[in-house]
Nanobody, 113 residues
Framework: QVQLVEVGGGVVQAGGSLRLSCAASGSMFRVNIMEWHRQAPGKQRELVAR???????NYADSMKGRVAISRDNAKNTVYLQMSSLKPEDTAIYYCHSYGSDYWGQGTQVTVSS
């Protein structure tokens, strides 16, 4: 079983930055594709960024250029660095282990105008 624990959310002003972290339990972390998703109030959950075991990344168009996903396999941790945040980025951000389909509990990001 995999457990994912996200930290790093909070309230930030528009234009600010935040770094989210997701710590994963389990020995298979390094071979898993890891993702960050988000869900805004009244909207469907959407993919924000993905990183595979080799470090290749993909980003949603809505955040491309403002977000960077990275991973530290030694620490079983995946990160999401967000910058130039906008009020429309306000959402709960979730960590997801693609292969095993586990989700974290989510961390709230609120961007004030």
């Amino acid at each position: 079983q995999v457990q994912l624990v996200e930290v790093g959310g909070g309230v930030v002003q528009a234009g600010g930055s935040l770094r989210l972290s997701c710590a994963a339990s389990g020995s298979m972390f390094r071979v898993n594709i890891m993702e960050w998703h988000r869900q805004a109030p009244g909207k469907q959950r959407e993919l924000v960024a993905r990183i595979d075991s080799g470090g290749r990344t993909n980003y949603a168009d809505s955040m491309k250029g403002r977000v960077a996903i990275s991973r530290d396999n030694a620490k079983n941790t995946v990160y999401l660095q967000m910058s130039s945040l906008k009020p429309e980025d306000t959402a709960i951000y979730y960590c997801h282990s693609y292969g095993s389909d586990y989700w974290g509990q989510g961390t709230q990001v609120t961007v004030s105008s």
